[in-house]
């Protein structure tokens, strides 16, 4: 039998709520979990716990010298949202740790920027039955324009916690 996990379980009960509650206690315990994603100002905008989108707005404190998205806030924005989508669907007693990120930076990007992750339920499947593992989790990253300015690949494992 796997191990709650704290994770999901304040994830599913936040979704009871109406979601500009739901999404706004979701967001507040990952920017509290994850410091640099609440520095950022990361907000989850939707999330049915298989799927995620995260948003990124365009302001001063991530902006590079073009004033664009800088390309680590950029990626901290993918990274985050494959983290999500793995950490609530891990058993409680599995770490999830990012293996590899390869990130292609192909166009420049214009204004705020969304982060969709998602995961497959053969993939959730692996992750609740294998004591440890790794998933490539599929990430879209767009800008305002609804293109695709960095095209990611997130490759995320998990081991058993450490007692």
Same mark, same amino acid.
């Given at each position: *039998?796997?191990?709650? &996990?704290?994770?999901?379980?304040? $994830?599913?009960?936040?979704?009871? !709520? ?10 507040? =315990? ?10 950022? %100002? ?15 707005? /365009?302001?001063?404190?991530?902006? &590079? ?8 806030? *950029? ?5 985050? $949202?494959? @983290?999500?989508?793995? %950490?609530? /669907?891990?058993? @409680? ?8 990120? /390869?990130?292609? !930076?192909?166009?420049?990007?214009? @204004?705020? =920027?969304?982060?969709? $992750? #998602? ?7 692996? =992750?609740? /039955?294998?004591?440890? @593992?790794?998933? =490539? ?8 324009? %609804? ?7 997130? &490759? #995320? ?7």
């Amino acid at each position: *039998m796997a191990k709650t &996990n704290p994770l999901r379980k304040f $994830a599913e009960k936040a979704l009871s !709520y109406p979601d500009f509650i739901a999404l706004r206690l979701l967001t507040f =315990m990952f920017r509290f979990k994850v410091k640099l994603v609440g520095t950022a %100002g990361v907000t989850i905008l939707e999330t049915d716990l298989k799927r995620v989108v995260f948003f990124q707005k /365009n302001r001063t404190k991530v902006q &590079n010298h073009i004033g664009g998205i800088h390309a680590a806030a *950029m990626a901290l924005l993918a990274e985050s $949202a494959t @983290g999500f989508v793995v %950490g609530v /669907n891990l058993p @409680g007693d599995k770490l999830p740790l990012i293996k590899s990120m /390869n990130l292609k !930076y192909v166009k420049r990007s214009q @204004g705020d =920027m969304q982060a969709e $992750a #998602w995961l497959s339920d053969e993939q959730i499947h692996k =992750m609740q /039955n294998e004591e440890k @593992g790794d998933v =490539m989790v599929a990430v879209k990253v767009t800008d305002e324009s %609804g293109q695709e300015p960095i095209i990611c690949e997130m &490759n #995320w494992a998990w081991i058993t916690r450490a007692k």
